[in-house]
């Protein structure tokens, strides 16, 4: 066969069958194509039956594509080969803890789906091999903004305003500050009115603008227990959870997202760092859209004796439920109302943003920059009490896995122990800052100790030990496959423990349990049936039924045969930061789980009330006037 028919056929060929695999979007005119698509319409709804996803890979390609009831995850891989030329063999297709394999009926239109590889064992040096062909628009047709998933009406209103201003030319602004790649995105008239921040130019991610790259997609993060790739729904669980807009978070949605102005890393070369692409390829991203709220400072740059502390006090709330491991000063902006008061009568006005890193698939330590306000010494007023009784971890839940079905079963095990310890805290009489103690570690000559809310959970995880009956050939089994996912991990594995905890697993074999009074009084095994009679008599009315925590099993971790990609990204990690695992529990575990969790809280809750009452005469010892 001569050359030039053989290089025919290599076009050809393939040009058919994107036309059979994507339809009338791989049909246009070559030549009509450009660096920044033409305006056009949007695309018509998918037919009865069909459902359009969006796939990423896990070096941040994207596609859009309408499945037929018949598609699995095999032709799903097939159409990515073609479309961007990535190669699929020894990959999976997941969505959230989920692989997916024949049956894709669970995956709802619009949802984000992620191709990962079956063994991270591989070079961080793999190549991003990113669409930039100029006939990528054949290969998608989707608009130049879409939401994954459902909105309000006010987001829908910004995604409209935004994709205006891209057909009118309107260029977005890359933001300098932070780690990841984010963006101004403007309207027709060159205001900004949203930030735009792409999960693969996340800190570590592959086409992270700033080099700070190195990890695939839902490899660990800059916190352990966050996946790289997973802040941006995360960003939008908080705006769900804020409810009634109570803490003042700005609207926020997940959307795909078509511009130029992304960032592309090409392949390292001699091992120096990835090159930045200078050739501004049209791409699409899976971001986080949020709201940009003008604002004349935040509180980093501002004494925060101004702030009012009915905002403190909200900001905090929201903060303990989804528990926060980045709320510092930087991420709290601050609007003046000169000439006028905002709604808590105040001249200064607070919109927490950046809640990425909230919602970990395991309890680390958190950060709560509000613990040394002053505000946050000050008690719940009524109306803040109210909305914490009325907080309802099982229903949030539920939300969650309803508007973000691709959100890990761990992180809203999390969002449910949060909310019960804020709950039980509240009503103990707990202030804020106290509250905010009980959740943080403390550092005792060089070793990071568990905090109090920790100690709970290790002393719950131990009942539910020990009521689980013990076999030797199970506990080898899960260590045999556990150390064949750690292999996988390289320079990791010599620092994680095993699956269980036990307290001879924290650093320093010597380790004891701090809070001793409540150890020695689960171990006085003469007093337990009077003990369960008086806890019964003073049982919280917050006690949530072990019923109601069950997930539906469509949500359910299907694993990866030993592989490590879909363990919880704390088992990826040093064990030091870990001292208690929530994601490794079956589901009859957590319910045992929750159940201890909330009898031994009652206790814990006495003895920091009683310490505390001297540290909170200290905090009021202030000047600041409110």
């Keep these: 066969m001569s050359p030039n028919l053989e290089s025919s056929l290599k076009t050809q060929v393939p040009a058919l069958l994107l036309r059979r695999l994507f339809g009338a979007g791989a049909r246009r005119d070559d030549a009509k194509q450009h660096q920044m698509s033409p305006p056009r319409p949007s695309p018509p709804p998918a037919p009865a039956g069909r459902r359009r996803v969006f796939v990423q890979t896990e070096t941040g390609c994207v596609l859009g594509m309408d499945l037929d009831r018949g598609d699995n995850a095999h032709t799903v891989k097939r159409r990515l080969q073609l479309a961007l030329n990535v190669p699929t063999g020894g990959t999976s297709l997941t969505f959230g803890d989920r692989v997916l394999e024949n049956d894709l009926s669970s995956i709802r239109r619009d949802s984000p789906l992620l191709l990962t590889r079956d063994s991270i064992h591989r070079s961080c040096s793999t190549p991003c091999l990113c669409p930039v062909s100029a006939d990528f628009e054949q290969q998608d047709s989707s608009g130049l903004v879409e939401i994954l998933g459902s909105c309000s009406t006010s987001v829908r209103r910004l995604v409209d305003d935004v994709a205006t201003g891209i057909r009118g030319g309107l260029d977005p602004v890359p933001i300098d500050s932070g780690l990841g790649g984010s963006y101004y995105f403007r309207d027709v008239g060159g205001d900004r009115v949203a930030i735009v921040k792409p999960t693969d130019e996340e800190p570590f991610a592959p086409n992270n603008p700033k080099g700070f790259t190195g990890r695939a997609l839902g490899q660990p993060g800059l916190k352990k227990s966050v996946r790289v790739g997973e802040t941006g729904f995360r960003e939008v669980a908080a705006y769900l959870l804020d409810h009634e807009n109570f803490a003042n978070v700005?609207?926020?949605?997940?959307?795909?997202?078509?511009h130029s102005v992304f960032n592309i890393n090409r392949p390292m070369n001699n091992g120096g760092a990835p090159?930045?692409?200078?050739?501004?390829?049209?791409?699409?991203?899976?971001?986080?859209?949020?709201?940009?709220?003008?604002?004349?400072?935040d509180a980093s740059d501002h004494g925060t004796s101004s702030f009012p502390v009915a905002a403190v006090h909200r900001i905090g709330i929201l903060d303990i439920r989804i528990f926060n491991t980045d709320r510092h000063g930087g991420n709290v902006l601050v609007r003046k109302l000169d000439?006028?008061?905002?709604?808590?009568?105040?001249?200064?006005?607070?919109?927490?943003?950046?809640?990425?890193?909230?919602?970990?698939?395991?309890?680390?330590?958190?950060?709560?920059?509000?613990?040394?306000?002053?505000?946050?010494?000050?008690?719940?007023?009524?109306?803040?009490?109210?909305?914490?009784?009325?907080?309802?971890?099982?229903?949030?839940?539920?939300?969650?896995?309803?508007?973000?079905?691709m959100i890990r079963e761990a992180c809203l095990r999390v969002l449910i122990l949060c909310t019960i310890f804020l709950k039980e805290a509240a009503t103990f009489g707990l202030c804020l800052a106290e509250i905010g103690e009980m959740m943080t570690r403390e550092f005792r000559g060089m070793e990071e100790e568990p905090s109090k809310l920790e100690l709970v959970c290790m002393e719950a995880r131990k009942k539910v030990d020990e009521w689980e009956p013990f076999s030797p050939d199970v506990e080898q089994g899960e260590d045999m496959g556990f150390q064949f996912s750690m292999d996988a991990l390289g320079g990791y594995s010599?620092?994680?423990?095993?699956?269980r905890f036990h307290c001879s697993g924290i650093k320093g074999s010597s380790f004891r349990n701090p809070l001793t009074k409540l150890v020695e009084s689960m171990d006085e095994d003469n007093d337990d049936d009077e003990d369960r009679k008086e806890f019964s008599m003073h049982s919280s009315p917050h006690r949530i039924p072990s019923a109601e925590l069950n997930p539906p099993s469509v949500y359910r971790t299907t694993s990866l045969n030993g592989s490590a990609v879909n363990r919880s990204a704390d088992e990826q990690l040093p064990s030091s930061m870990c001292f208690v695992r929530l994601s490794d529990m079956s589901a009859e575990e957590w319910h045992i789980f929750v159940e201890k969790f909330q009898e031994l809280l009652n206790e814990a809750l006495d003895e920091c009330k009683a310490a505390g009452a001297q540290r909170m005469k200290q905090r009021l010892g202030t000047s600041c006037k409110f």
């Design 250 to 258: 700005p609207a926020t949605a997940l959307v795909k997202i078509t």
């Design 275 to 297: 090159a930045h692409d200078q050739k501004h390829q049209t791409t699409s991203k899976i971001a986080s859209f949020q709201q940009f709220i003008a604002h004349d400072f």
């Design 339 to 405: 000439g006028g008061t905002g709604r808590f009568g105040c001249q200064t006005e607070l919109f927490p943003i950046d809640h990425g890193l909230c919602l970990p698939e395991n309890l680390e330590d958190p950060y709560f920059e509000w613990i040394h306000w002053a505000q946050a010494s000050i008690p719940f007023s009524e109306e803040e009490l109210e909305y914490i009784r009325n907080l309802d971890p099982v229903r949030d839940a539920t939300m969650l896995r309803r508007e973000l079905p």
């Design 494 to 499: 010599d620092v994680i423990r095993s699956p």
